[in-house]
Protein backbone atom coordinates (compact mmCIF):
# COMPACT_ATOMS: atom_id res chain seq x y z
CA UNK A 1 0.00 0.00 0.00
CA UNK A 2 1.32 3.39 -0.72
CA UNK A 3 -0.64 6.34 1.07
CA UNK A 4 -2.91 9.05 -0.33
CA UNK A 5 -1.69 12.23 -0.06
CA UNK A 6 -4.40 12.94 2.15
CA UNK A 7 -3.54 10.27 4.51
CA UNK A 8 0.07 11.49 4.40
CA UNK A 9 -0.50 14.83 5.39
CA UNK A 10 -2.67 13.75 8.23
CA UNK A 11 0.12 11.41 9.61
CA UNK A 12 2.76 13.83 9.01
CA UNK A 13 0.72 16.16 11.26
CA UNK A 14 0.33 13.49 14.00
CA UNK A 15 3.54 12.76 13.84
CA UNK A 16 5.37 16.10 14.02
CA UNK A 17 3.09 16.67 16.72
CA UNK A 18 4.18 13.17 18.68
CA UNK A 19 8.00 13.80 17.93
CA UNK A 20 7.46 17.36 19.34
CA UNK A 21 7.36 16.00 22.83
CA UNK A 22 10.97 14.65 23.34
CA UNK A 23 14.09 15.98 23.26
CA UNK A 24 15.53 13.53 21.03
CA UNK A 25 13.97 12.78 17.74
CA UNK A 26 14.51 9.08 17.86
CA UNK A 27 12.71 8.65 21.42
CA UNK A 28 9.40 8.90 19.18
CA UNK A 29 9.92 5.91 17.54
CA UNK A 30 7.58 3.58 19.76
CA UNK A 31 4.93 6.07 19.51
CA UNK A 32 4.50 6.58 15.62
CA UNK A 33 4.47 2.90 14.85
CA UNK A 34 1.68 2.68 17.07
CA UNK A 35 0.76 5.82 14.96
CA UNK A 36 1.31 4.01 11.79
CA UNK A 37 -0.56 0.92 13.15
CA UNK A 38 -3.75 3.03 13.53
CA UNK A 39 -3.72 3.46 10.36
CA UNK A 40 -3.54 0.56 8.86
CA UNK A 41 -4.14 -2.31 11.71
CA UNK A 42 -0.74 -3.27 11.89
CA UNK A 43 3.01 -1.98 11.23
CA UNK A 44 2.93 -2.32 7.83
CA UNK A 45 6.02 -1.52 5.16
CA UNK A 46 4.89 1.49 3.93
CA UNK A 47 4.57 2.50 7.67
CA UNK A 48 7.67 1.53 9.15
CA UNK A 49 9.23 3.36 5.89
CA UNK A 50 7.22 6.64 6.71
CA UNK A 51 8.56 6.34 10.45
CA UNK A 52 12.18 6.29 9.58
CA UNK A 53 11.79 8.97 7.08
CA UNK A 54 9.78 11.10 9.83
CA UNK A 55 12.75 10.30 12.56
CA UNK A 56 15.70 10.14 10.22
CA UNK A 57 17.03 6.93 10.67
CA UNK A 58 17.41 3.66 9.05
CA UNK A 59 14.52 1.29 8.50
CA UNK A 60 16.47 -1.50 9.35
CA UNK A 61 16.05 0.40 13.25
CA UNK A 62 12.71 0.46 12.57
CA UNK A 63 12.07 -2.48 11.47
CA UNK A 64 14.06 -4.25 14.56
CA UNK A 65 12.09 -2.41 17.06
CA UNK A 66 8.79 -2.79 15.50
CA UNK A 67 9.83 -6.59 15.37
CA UNK A 68 10.83 -6.56 18.85
CA UNK A 69 7.71 -6.03 20.66
CA UNK A 70 4.54 -7.62 20.82
CA UNK A 71 1.77 -4.87 20.74
CA UNK A 72 3.05 -4.17 16.74
CA UNK A 73 1.20 -6.54 14.73
CA UNK A 74 2.87 -7.88 11.25
CA UNK A 75 -0.05 -8.53 10.13
CA UNK A 76 -3.37 -7.34 10.31
CA UNK A 77 -5.00 -7.65 13.47
CA UNK A 78 -8.84 -7.83 13.66
CA UNK A 79 -11.34 -4.90 14.34
CA UNK A 80 -11.57 -6.17 17.61
CA UNK A 81 -8.10 -7.80 18.94
CA UNK A 82 -8.91 -10.15 21.59
CA UNK A 83 -6.31 -11.58 24.43
CA UNK A 84 -6.70 -14.48 26.21
CA UNK A 85 -4.40 -14.99 29.24
CA UNK A 86 -2.85 -18.39 29.57
CA UNK A 87 0.18 -17.13 32.16
CA UNK A 88 -0.28 -19.56 35.28
CA UNK A 89 -2.86 -17.93 37.48
CA UNK A 90 -5.47 -17.72 34.64
CA UNK A 91 -4.51 -20.88 33.39
CA UNK A 92 -4.92 -23.05 36.07
CA UNK A 93 -8.33 -20.78 36.72
CA UNK A 94 -9.43 -21.53 33.55
CA UNK A 95 -7.27 -19.53 30.93
CA UNK A 96 -6.41 -22.93 28.75
CA UNK A 97 -9.41 -24.07 28.20
CA UNK A 98 -11.00 -20.99 27.52
CA UNK A 99 -7.94 -20.28 24.84
CA UNK A 100 -8.92 -24.08 23.55
CA UNK A 101 -13.16 -23.37 23.06
CA UNK A 102 -12.34 -20.08 22.09
CA UNK A 103 -10.04 -20.86 19.18
CA UNK A 104 -12.01 -23.58 18.23
CA UNK A 105 -15.40 -21.76 17.67
CA UNK A 106 -14.09 -18.52 16.41
CA UNK A 107 -11.45 -20.50 13.75
CA UNK A 108 -8.26 -19.12 14.04
CA UNK A 109 -4.91 -19.24 16.44
CA UNK A 110 -2.63 -16.85 17.56
CA UNK A 111 -2.13 -13.86 15.86
CA UNK A 112 -4.54 -14.91 13.21
CA UNK A 113 -7.73 -12.53 12.52
CA UNK A 114 -10.84 -13.81 11.00
CA UNK A 115 -11.39 -14.05 7.34
CA UNK A 116 -13.96 -10.58 7.44
CA UNK A 117 -11.34 -9.19 9.67
CA UNK A 118 -13.48 -8.33 12.90
CA UNK A 119 -11.64 -10.59 15.41
CA UNK A 120 -8.33 -11.59 16.16
CA UNK A 121 -6.72 -13.44 18.92
CA UNK A 122 -3.74 -13.28 20.64
CA UNK A 123 -2.27 -15.92 24.04
CA UNK A 124 -1.07 -13.55 26.52
CA UNK A 125 1.11 -14.40 29.02
CA UNK A 126 -0.38 -11.81 31.70
CA UNK A 127 -3.09 -9.22 31.63
CA UNK A 128 -1.78 -7.61 35.77
CA UNK A 129 -5.12 -8.65 35.96
CA UNK A 130 -4.47 -11.59 38.52
CA UNK A 131 -7.24 -10.98 41.21
CA UNK A 132 -9.73 -11.03 38.37
CA UNK A 133 -8.57 -14.82 36.62
CA UNK A 134 -9.19 -15.52 34.40
CA UNK A 135 -9.14 -12.53 32.41
CA UNK A 136 -9.50 -11.64 28.76
CA UNK A 137 -8.84 -7.97 27.18
CA UNK A 138 -10.39 -6.57 23.98
CA UNK A 139 -8.23 -4.24 22.41
CA UNK A 140 -6.39 -3.74 25.95
CA UNK A 141 -10.11 -3.30 27.89
CA UNK A 142 -10.10 -5.55 30.67
CA UNK A 143 -13.41 -8.52 30.26
CA UNK A 144 -12.73 -10.16 33.82
CA UNK A 145 -13.47 -13.78 35.42
CA UNK A 146 -14.58 -15.56 31.75
CA UNK A 147 -15.26 -18.09 31.28
CA UNK A 148 -15.30 -20.60 28.11
CA UNK A 149 -18.87 -19.85 27.75
CA UNK A 150 -18.66 -16.23 28.16
CA UNK A 151 -15.37 -15.65 26.12
CA UNK A 152 -17.24 -17.20 22.95
CA UNK A 153 -20.36 -15.50 23.83
CA UNK A 154 -17.90 -11.82 23.74
CA UNK A 155 -16.73 -12.35 20.17
CA UNK A 156 -20.25 -13.41 19.06
CA UNK A 157 -21.37 -9.96 20.40
CA UNK A 158 -18.29 -7.98 18.72
CA UNK A 159 -19.30 -9.79 15.86
CA UNK A 160 -22.87 -8.93 15.24
CA UNK A 161 -22.10 -5.79 16.44
CA UNK A 162 -23.98 -5.26 19.99
CA UNK A 163 -22.60 -2.95 21.96
CA UNK A 164 -20.09 -5.08 24.14
CA UNK A 165 -18.68 -2.97 27.13
CA UNK A 166 -15.47 -3.64 29.31
CA UNK A 167 -15.78 -5.22 33.02
CA UNK A 168 -13.72 -2.14 34.01
CA UNK A 169 -12.78 1.49 32.39
CA UNK A 170 -14.27 3.29 29.68
CA UNK A 171 -17.85 2.37 28.79
CA UNK A 172 -17.43 2.19 24.67
CA UNK A 173 -15.19 -0.51 23.52
CA UNK A 174 -13.24 1.01 20.89
CA UNK A 175 -11.66 -0.51 17.83
CA UNK A 176 -7.76 -1.82 17.34
CA UNK A 177 -7.11 1.45 15.41
CA UNK A 178 -8.20 3.81 17.65
CA UNK A 179 -6.56 1.65 20.72
CA UNK A 180 -3.40 2.27 18.76
CA UNK A 181 -3.96 5.77 18.35
CA UNK A 182 -4.03 6.51 22.16
CA UNK A 183 -0.89 4.76 22.67
CA UNK A 184 0.60 6.83 19.95
CA UNK A 185 -0.25 9.70 22.74
CA UNK A 186 -3.39 11.21 21.11
CA UNK A 187 -6.39 10.99 23.48
CA UNK A 188 -9.55 9.73 22.82
CA UNK A 189 -10.82 11.69 26.55
CA UNK A 190 -11.82 8.06 27.94
CA UNK A 191 -9.22 7.67 30.32
CA UNK A 192 -11.04 8.88 33.50
CA UNK A 193 -14.36 6.83 32.08
CA UNK A 194 -15.09 4.28 34.21
CA UNK A 195 -13.75 2.59 37.38
CA UNK A 196 -10.58 1.10 36.90
CA UNK A 197 -9.93 -0.87 40.52
CA UNK A 198 -12.57 -2.77 41.81
CA UNK A 199 -13.79 -5.40 43.81
CA UNK A 200 -10.36 -7.95 44.78
CA UNK A 201 -8.50 -5.14 43.56
CA UNK A 202 -9.35 -2.85 46.26
CA UNK A 203 -9.74 -5.56 49.68
CA UNK A 204 -5.99 -4.52 50.66
CA UNK A 205 -6.67 -0.67 50.82
CA UNK A 206 -9.86 -1.71 52.83
CA UNK A 207 -7.35 -3.38 55.31
CA UNK A 208 -5.27 -0.70 55.45
CA UNK A 209 -7.95 1.84 55.98
CA UNK A 210 -9.54 -0.06 59.15
CA UNK A 211 -6.15 -1.02 60.64
CA UNK A 212 -4.98 2.70 60.39
CA UNK A 213 -1.66 1.76 58.21
CA UNK A 214 -0.21 4.36 56.34
CA UNK A 215 2.60 4.63 54.20
CA UNK A 216 6.33 5.95 55.49
CA UNK A 217 6.73 9.25 55.31
CA UNK A 218 8.82 10.29 52.53
Known amino acids: MTYSPEVRERLERDAKEIIGRYPKTR ?19 DGQEFCAEMLGISKAEVTGVATFYTMY ?12 CINALCAVMGGDEIWEQ ?35 MVNWEFFDNQTPESAKQLVDDLR ?43 EGLKVAKAKGWKAPEA
Open 160 to 202: DGKDVRPTRGPKRLCTFKEASRVLAGLPDDLAGDGPSAAGPSL
Open 73 to 84: KRKPAGDYHVGV
Open 27 to 45: SALLPLLHLVQSEDGYVSD
Open 102 to 136: LSEHVGVGHDEATPDGKISLERLECNAACDFAPVM
